[in-house]
């Protein structure tokens, strides 16, 4: 009955590529405690790697005003652009990536999403600049270390930002 160990375990599943369990998961999180905003910001994770991107959308906002000093608000942000990309909107992404990559906390894989959302909404400069600052955090990190641990099932999605992070090294 606790809300942390449900996230958890939801997270858990995600990290794994079960996205149906980790729905799970995170749908009792949330039952349990409603405005469990890292329950909800991980909903809208999982919803983004599913392919829901109206829903990622609403459920970042909502954690985000829910918990605007959160530490992991760099994730909620990463996770508002995400939903951008899904959604084809990638000027919009590229906006919300970078928020997310300056943000306190943010690890190198949020860089990496801003690398893919610049690329995707054509502004190289600014994907290239993300680019060296990931291979400078971490230069043996690769599209597949990203692919793996944002298991997103929808193929053309995937297809997408395997692409866009291609054209930059990775």
Do not use: C
């Given at each position: 009955?606790?809300?942390?160990?449900?996230?958890?375990?939801?997270?858990?599943?995600?990290?794994?590529?079960?996205?149906?369990?980790?729905f799970?998961?995170?749908?009792?999180?949330?039952?349990?405690?409603?405005?469990?905003?890292?329950?909800?910001?991980?909903?809208?994770?999982?919803?983004?790697?599913?392919?829901?991107?109206?829903?990622?959308?609403?459920?970042?906002?909502?954690?985000?005003?829910?918990?605007p000093?959160?530490?992991?608000?760099?994730?909620?942000l990463?996770?508002?652009?995400f939903?951008?990309?899904?959604?084809?909107?990638?000027?919009?992404?590229?906006?919300?990536?970078?928020?997310?990559?300056?943000?306190?906390?943010?690890?190198?894989?949020?860089?990496?999403?801003?690398?893919a959302?610049?690329?995707?909404?054509?502004?190289?400069?600014?994907?290239?600049?993300?680019a060296?600052?990931?291979?400078?955090?971490?230069?043996?990190?690769?599209?597949?270390?990203?692919l793996?641990?944002?298991?997103?099932?929808n193929?053309?999605?995937?297809?997408?930002?395997?692409?866009?992070?291609?054209?930059?090294?990775?």
């Amino acid at each position: 009955m606790d809300p942390f160990v449900n996230f958890t375990m939801g997270r858990t599943f995600w990290l794994e590529g079960d996205l149906e369990g980790s729905f799970v998961w995170l749908n009792r999180a949330t039952a349990i405690s409603p405005n469990y905003a890292h329950g909800i910001y991980a909903r809208a994770w999982t919803e983004s790697l599913s392919g829901d991107g109206n829903a990622a959308h609403d459920h970042a906002n909502l954690a985000m005003r829910l918990s605007p000093l959160d530490p992991l608000y760099y994730a909620m942000l990463g996770t508002r652009a995400f939903s951008h990309m899904v959604l084809g909107e990638d000027a919009e992404a590229a906006d919300w990536a970078e928020a997310a990559a300056r943000s306190p906390g943010a690890h190198v894989l949020i860089a990496m999403i801003a690398v893919a959302a610049h690329a995707l909404a054509g502004d190289a400069a600014r994907a290239a600049a993300w680019a060296a600052i990931v291979q400078a955090r971490d230069p043996s990190l690769t599209r597949a270390d990203f692919l793996r641990s944002f298991p997103m099932k929808n193929e053309s999605i995937r297809s997408r930002v395997d692409a866009a992070l291609a054209r930059f090294g990775f």
